[in-house]
């Protein structure tokens, strides 16, 4: 089974593998620490706006230089997926071909 994301809801954003099948957390740990809330659900990290969903995050931190291709990294794999707001999240059978 794997998971679609609807409205951002139902889902963790850094304990839930919502983005190719892995924790966030753990594939970007440095991001996770500087992150201010981390137990929050997808939706809460954006807002709509007339061009449709904008991440926005708090950090602890101001990044370094030499950090902030890895945040540019981040950016674009999440922002690869499309919230919803007329969808719920859902779960998908993720059925092998037989």
Do not use: T
Not at 15 to 37: H, M, P, S
Not at 39 to 52: A, H, L, M, V, Y
């Amino acid at each position: 089974m794997v998971w679609q994301v609807g409205f951002g809801e139902n889902f963790k954003f850094w304990e839930d593998e919502w983005l190719a099948n892995d924790k966030l957390r753990d594939r970007y740990a440095r991001i996770y620490n500087n992150f201010v809330l981390k137990d929050k659900n997808i939706g809460s990290f954006g807002r709509w706006s007339n061009e449709g969903w904008e991440w926005a995050f708090c950090w602890r931190r101001e990044w370094y230089e030499w950090e902030k291709p890895m945040v540019e990294y981040f950016m674009a794999s999440i922002s690869q997926v499309s919230l919803r707001p007329d969808k719920e999240d859902s779960w998908l059978w993720n059925d092998p071909p037989s």
